[in-house]
Nanobody, 118 residues
């Protein structure tokens, strides 16, 4: 399973960005999927997740500002980010808990940089 992220960039405080992650690579089933981020010198942290049934969860730091969604037909997951703050600056990674055949594993994208200037 390949995860390809897009949509990162450089923005100002208060701006919005939309990250997208496309799943490719044959026959598979995506269970939960989500976004993580890693700022310089910090550990990777969970940002938001969404299950196959559409249940969502968010880190407290992004609640009310970020919205995760998935399009199962297009095999994509998106993260709409608004009211961005400098502390949102990080590399954002797409994650998928996917089943290929009888094996379920975690897969990661290559990461996309989000930089928020004050």
């Amino acid at each position: 399973v390949q995860l390809v992220e897009s949509g990162g960039g450089f923005v100002q405080t208060g701006d919005s960005l939309r990250l997208s992650c496309a799943f490719a690579g044959g026959t598979f089933s995506i269970h939960a999927t989500g976004w993580y981020r890693q700022a310089p010198g910090k550990e990777r942290e969970l940002v938001a997740t969404i299950t196959s049934r559409g249940s969502t969860s968010y880190a407290d730091s992004v609640k009310g500002r970020f919205t995760i969604s998935r399009d199962n037909a297009k095999k994509m997951v998106n993260l709409q980010m608004s009211s961005l703050k400098p502390e949102d600056t990080a590399v954002y990674y797409c994650n998928a808990h996917a089943e290929v055949g009888i094996v379920t594993s975690d897969y990661w994208g290559q990461g996309t940089q989000v930089t928020v200037s004050s």
